[in-house]
């Protein structure tokens, strides 16, 4: 059981680029740090979906990712944000056939109305586990 700690500003800028892209999912990288007990986002980066499909699923821009890696500076790469237009903030099932074992996965529902709801989950063990709220 580990515990989310996601600054206001940090949830402040997914939501935003949440609503930005509706009613396309948008997708990019937390940077931060983890550990047995808790989930550290210091930083996000914005990245491109080039999924085909972009209203459901997304597929980060690999540019995205390795820009991501040189500009770390000092911070893990500890997993992904992506938003879900119209859906709830739960792990679809291609979120399942793209996860990551370790890796932290925030999603943000977004509806027409600009309203969002975050959560964020660690994949371990081959499932989704809601990370507790701080
Ligand atoms: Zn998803």
Redesign the pocket.
Known sequence: MRFLFLPAGVRDEIEREARRGYPY?VCGLLLGHVDATRVDVRRTLLGRNIHSTPRT??ELDPASVLAALDGAKGLDVVGFF?S?PD?PAW??A??DQGAWEGAV?V?SAVDVHGACATRGFFFEAGGFHELLAR
């Open positions: 999912e699923a997304f992506h879900h859906r792990p679809s291609a979120d996965t999603i």
